[in-house]
């Protein structure tokens, strides 16, 4: 893009056709105000080198710095403006310090060196506002997004390429200033070619080879910045050309028609006056409209953005879009969306270092309120050339949402100006909030003392585990009990508390079917309540049920087995006493047998499942811990006495009882004759 600003200045720029004698370069002065900056910096560099009067050196060490910024190598453009700094460069050296550490994002010390500015220069409000600046842009640098940037590595170059725009079918126009550029000739800024347009397709998995779009559009002056009509049968586009006298350069949008199977003669449209540079066209869906900035001399600042309307008797005079958008600094590359709402890039309004991405809204009278885009489509450095050419995902499936291309010379790019894709993705961040917490007892050492609800259970390990078990993620909750774990889509977990002097416990989480294209955060959450081990306290956990007689273990009582099991395997340290119990029918001798035979069988199921079988003693209580009044000769209904076929747990180990507790529903078998 800086091929652009070239244009800007309206100063003398040297081609090679010139006749480079009457501008012969020797020193560094004369190559800066031939516009060569690159051949500048290395007449400075030797200049600065062999002066040895501090003085003479400060202003050298300046002239570096801003040649180096003309090539946005903002690294070194800060290196020589400290020097020129160390040199008593006063506080115009320490600014521009400042504004190359923001460009480089290094936005701590460039609010440091701005705040510096702020005291010791007359310029309080500036200092201020740009130290502020870049508190702002080190947070939304640190924000979370869900647009994805993506390098257009297979049509970028090393040199600069920048606006990709739509043209026929799926092929797409872009500017460059790479090796394929038509001429010889080379800009006497940057050293690079004169930039042409190029085309590439858009294919499933990237785009093609670029070529060039070829004459007449192209040619050995600079073109840049084409815009199409909705048929493709329009054509505007930027060309930067010398006058007569090759001594000054001027940029004016021309206008091309598609003739059959080519293109027409580019002529130039007479839209300002011609020592006023016109760039950045962009023509509206409808053709009704032309967008373009200009240097005009009555400008709000550097560069201005305008429309044009047309009418059957051609385009009309240029409106400027107001001060809401425009600003003393430059405003640039306008872009309209479906909405109206306009996209343009300026380094006159709050950003993040150099050109930044606005949008402003559309109103009756003009626009509005223009916003940063913010991270990632703006960073430290110049970011430009916005479009759109996805508004909303394709289906329920798609998980494209929003997508489009910025142009920008940030760090890490391939060029010195690169095109990118930014896709906005479905992305769901799945957030499990939990809490460990635990009963609140009236009288906390008296566990059959009121329960008054419950409290939290702070400093408690909680494990974050696989469907299969498997630990993925481990924490302790904090002082209020809580916790927090990131989850996947479409998955099963389990969360596991685990703490000294409490049984573990674990619940179940899923994030099955919960995936939202609108919502980016779905939260979850659950409590994990853990129980205290008090000594000789019987818990009470579901019974396990036997019919008259027998000591074979009911279905039912199998699956809650199961879930004791479960319960052994989170508790490795407990050593557990299996007490089984009948009613009161049959001998108190034969009952004592059965229900011997009975706990045997519990303790044999849970060997099977894979406790060690030390940690189990079985013990048979027969009849003599009956739980209602159906003793010996008490006549009773066989649900009543069923109640008493049970089976207890007790943790011997801790010198803790877990008794059983009986479900809702009991399953009776028929009434068997009695013994």
């Given amino acids: 893009m800086r091929v652009v600003f070239v244009a800007l200045t309206g100063m003398m720029l040297c081609f090679s056709s010139c006749k480079t004698a009457k501008f012969e370069v020797k020193d560094g002065k004369t190559a800066r105000e031939l516009l060569r900056y690159n051949q500048s910096i290395d007449f400075l560099t030797k200049e600065f080198n062999s002066e040895k009067d501090p003085l003479k050196q400060q202003p050298i060490a300046y002239l570096l710095g801003d040649s180096y910024s003309k090539f946005n190598d903002y690294a070194n453009a800060e290196l020589w403006y400290k020097k020129s700094l160390e040199l008593n460069g006063g506080e115009k050296s320490l600014y521009r310090v400042a504004m190359m550490q923001k460009q480089q994002e290094k936005y701590a010390d460039a609010a ?8 010791i220069s007359g310029q309080g409000y500036e200092g201020r506002l740009q130290a502020n600046q870049c508190l702002d842009a080190a947070t939304w640098k640190k924000a979370f ?27 797409m126009v872009f500017t460059s200033t790479r090796n394929e550029s038509m001429g010889e000739a080379k800009d006497a800024w940057t050293g690079e070619k004169f930039s042409d347009l190029f085309v590439t397709e858009k294919q499933e998995r990237g785009f093609t080879t670029p070529y060039s779009f070829g004459a007449p559009v192209n040619s050995t002056a600079h073109e840049s910045s084409a815009t199409f009509s909705s048929d493709f049968k329009e054509m505007y586009f930027v060309r930067c050309k010398a006058d007569e006298q090759q001594s000054n350069q001027f940029c004016h949008v021309y206008y091309a028609a598609f003739n059959n199977d080519h293109w027409s003669e580019p002529v130039k449209m007479d839209l300002f006056p011609d020592t006023i540079n016109v760039l950045d066209p962009y023509l509206s869906k409808d053709g009704k409209s032309l967008l373009v900035t200009a240097d005009a001399k009555d400008n709000f600042g550097g560069t201005d953005m305008y429309v044009f309307s047309r009418a059957d008797s051609g385009w009309g005079n240029p409106k400027n879009l107001g001060s809401a958008v425009n600003t003393p600094g430059n405003e640039r590359f306008p872009w309209l969306d479906d909405r109206g709402n306009l996209y343009f890039s300026s380094d006159g309004l709050p950003g993040m270092g150099g050109l930044d991405i606005f949008r402003a809204t559309r109103t009756k009278s003009g626009y509005k309120d223009p916003q940063n885009l913010k991270t990632p489509f703006n960073s430290g450095a110049d970011d430009f050339k916005f479009r759109i050419d996805k508004y909303k995902p394709l289906n329920t499936e798609d998980t494209v949402l929003f997508a489009g291309y910025i142009s920008s010379n940030r760090s890490g790019g391939k060029g010195s100006d690169d095109i990118y894709r930014f896709e906005e993705k479905w992305i769901n961040i799945f957030v499990l909030n939990g809490a460990t917490v635990e009963k609140k007892l009236e009288h906390p050492e008296d566990p059959d003392s009121k329960a008054m609800g419950l409290q939290a259970l702070p400093k408690t390990k909680v494990d974050l585990k696989a469907s299969d078990g498997q630990v993925i993620g481990s924490s ?6 809580n916790f927090t774990f990131r989850l996947e889509a ?8 685990t703490k000294n002097g409490y049984f573990t416990k674990t619940e179940q989480v899923s994030t099955k079917g919960l995936r939202n294209q609108d919502s980016t955060f779905i939260n979850l959450y659950v409590q994990v309540e853990l129980e205290k081990i008090f000594t000789q306290k019987f818990i009470v956990i579901p019974n396990i049920y036997y019919d008259y007689d027998k000591a074979t273990l009911r279905t039912e009582s199998q699956l809650v087995l199961d879930t004791v099991f479960t319960f052994f395997k989170e508790n490795p340290d407990l050593t557990i006493e299996i007490g089984s119990h009948t009613d009161s029918r049959g001998s108190d001798a034969y009952n004592l047998k059965l229900s011997q035979a009975r706990a045997q069988s519990v303790v044999d199921y849970l060997v099977q499942k894979g406790i060690p079988a030390e940690r189990l003693l079985a013990k048979g209580y027969g009849e003599t811990k009956l739980v209602n009044k159906c003793g010996n000769g008490v006549p009773c209904t066989e649900e009543e006495h ?15 009882n ?10 009776v078998e028929p009434k068997p004759e009695e013994k």
């Fill in 490 to 497: 479409e998955k099963d977990y389990k969360v596991t508390g």
């Fill in 642 to 656: 069923q109640k008493n076929r049970r089976t207890t747990f007790r943790v011997i180990s801790a010198k803790l």
């Fill in 476 to 481: 302790f909750s904090d002082a209020n009990g």
């Fill in 112 to 119: 440091k060196s701005f705040e510096q500015y702020q005291r």
């Fill in 658 to 667: 877990m008794e059983s507790i009986e479900p809702e529903d009991i399953h």
């Fill in 145 to 171: 997004t869900k647009v994805q940037l993506i390098n257009l590595d297979k049509i970028n170059s090393p040199f600069s390429d920048y606006g990709l725009e739509p043209y026929k079918g799926n092929q």
